[in-house]
């Protein structure tokens, strides 16, 4: 699977009262909005996990997406 990022992309996932919260700058959301693209594109059973270690700002809780 390609990920296309825009430049100066920021995302931040965040768990609050038990519902998960995605915030994003415009580049940030033109970034997911590339990357469910790209994973309807794949079969189903196909994912991608972002963590603050990978793309997301510091403290952001894990995001994982995944294809039914």
């Known amino acids: 699977m390609e990920f296309k990022w825009e430049n100066d992309f920021k995302i931040k996932v965040s768990i609050s009262g038990g519902a998960a919260v995605i915030s994003a700058n415009r580049q940030g959301l033109l970034s997911l909005a590339n990357h469910l693209k790209a994973l ?7 994912h991608f996990h972002l963590d603050e270690w990978n793309c997301l700002e510091s403290g952001s809780s894990d995001l994982i997406v995944a294809h039914l």
Do not use: H
Request: charged share 45%; no cysteine; proline share 14%.
């Open 40 to 46: 309807a594109d794949e079969k189903p059973g196909s």
